[in-house]
């Protein structure tokens, strides 16, 4: 992802010593992106979303990424041709606007990916747009509180319903990123399986920190 970020000018410092990314992304340039790249993460079409949102377009080369059987991603083309988008697929996905617009919006799948994307594109569309059926994941959770720090006004977040007031433009800001839910709960089930106890330290600072 970082790759593909970077072959849209964005520029990305990373910080080993304390697992810091520092991202400026004012620059941007659209433009074709990897084929190949694409299609190695699946996250990819998370592109679609903001790159619609902010430069009224993107073609995008279809996602690739994990096999682990179907995996439509109808949901996110209906999410955005709602809020205005124009979908064409030629060999690739291609997304265009003249300006996003909030819509009432009933996802027909509670996909986690779908719901990202949507948020992205909602937030810088103009007026309010309704998510229903949204995902509530703790990732889906930490992505809202993310752009509300960098400027964005989203509501009811934690449900699957999510109210979104759109804004003109985003900011920077500083975000911690909050503990792997599932490792968690991997940790805490290995123990109730060997009957061991284990301290499972920072696991709740998602929950004291950003709800």
């Known amino acids: 992802m970082a790759k593909l ?19 400026q992304a004012s620059n941007i340039t659209p433009g074709d ?3 190949d790249l694409c299609r190695q993460i699946r996250a990819s079409i998370l592109l679609a979303g903001p790159m619609t949102a902010r430069y009224h377009g993107i073609k995008l080369p279809p996602p690739g990424g994990d096999v682990i059987g179907r995996r439509r991603v109808d949901t996110h083309i209906l999410a955005l041709e709602k809020l205005g988008a124009t979908f064409v697929y030629e060999d690739y996905f ?3 606007t003249d300006g996003l617009v909030g819509a009432d919006l009933l996802l027909d799948e509670a996909s ?8 992205m594109a909602a937030v810088l569309a103009k007026g309010t747009t309704h998510i229903r059926n949204a995902a509530s994941e703790p990732h889906i959770q930490e992505l809202c509180h993310l752009l509300n720090i960098l400027g964005a006004d989203i509501k009811n977040i934690g449900s699957n319903t999510l109210v979104i007031d759109g804004v003109k433009e985003l900011g920077g800001g500083e975000f911690t990123v909050g503990p792997d839910y599932l490792e968690v709960i991997s940790f805490v089930g290995a123990a109730v399986v ?18």
Do not use: P, Q
Request: charged share 25%; proline share 0%.
């Open 94 to 96: 291609d997304f265009s």
């Open 5 to 23: 970020l970077e072959s849209l000018g964005v520029t990305i410092t990373k910080d080993l010593s304390t697992s810091t990314w520092i991202i």
């Open 194 to 211: 060997t009957h061991g106890e284990i301290r499972i330290k920072d696991a709740e600072k998602f929950v004291e920190n950003k709800l």
């Open 112 to 119: 986690v990916t779908a719901t990202e994307n949507t948020i």
């Open 33 to 35: 992106l990897d084929t």
